[in-house]
């Protein structure tokens, strides 16, 4: 996990969801990420997205607003959440798939092409517009991870969530780990960046399903 982290902080966003030709099931295009249409979380996370207005209190608003959501849900639901059976599992999951990816991300030697990226003038991908892109379920997910979710600095210019050794988010943004810049796809091999692709999709459609039990849970 430690790694996966450093490589972020080191301003990777990386890998789109699941490559078309390594699932198993037939895919929809919903707001630039790749989903099964046969992943039963599939129908609730477009609920979730669009038509639960609900919902919007979790996903929708400032950064300052979802850290206050996250504090809110978490001081009444967080020792139940973490007492609860499924979420364990879910989240033992997620860090096996982080842990999983990581280690390909340092076979191909990502942590060396985005640290050069990063201290050039134009590099680094971890710009402010990024937090945007951060929810009050992802933030609290990392918050049951022991992750202390707050902003590091005041900057205008990169992610709130930045640290001085990296992103403190064990967990990520859909869009963070959706994206591969022209120097990582121009480097890498096509085996290796299928690879890069199939890892990061198993690990995004894990975040969907954890979100969706805790939904479940809350709302119950």
Known sequence: MAELQHLSGNHLCNVSLINAASSTGPIHQLTGCTFLLNNPIYPFYLMSRSHNHALDLYYSGST???????????????????????IHHSLRLLKNHAENLSAHMLDMKLDRLCTHCATTSDGGCCSSYMEANSNALLLLINQLY???VKKQHTSEVECCFLGDTGCILTIKPIFCLNYNCKHIVDQAGKQEMATLEYLSGRMLNEQ?????????????
């Open 208 to 220: 969907i399903n954890l979100e969706s039990i805790i939904i479940s849970i809350i709302n119950s």
């Open 64 to 86: 300052g607003k979802k850290l206050s959501t996250l504090n809110a849900l978490f001081c009444e639901y967080g020792k139940h959440l973490l007492e609860n059976r499924e």
């Open 146 to 148: 022991g992750v202390d």
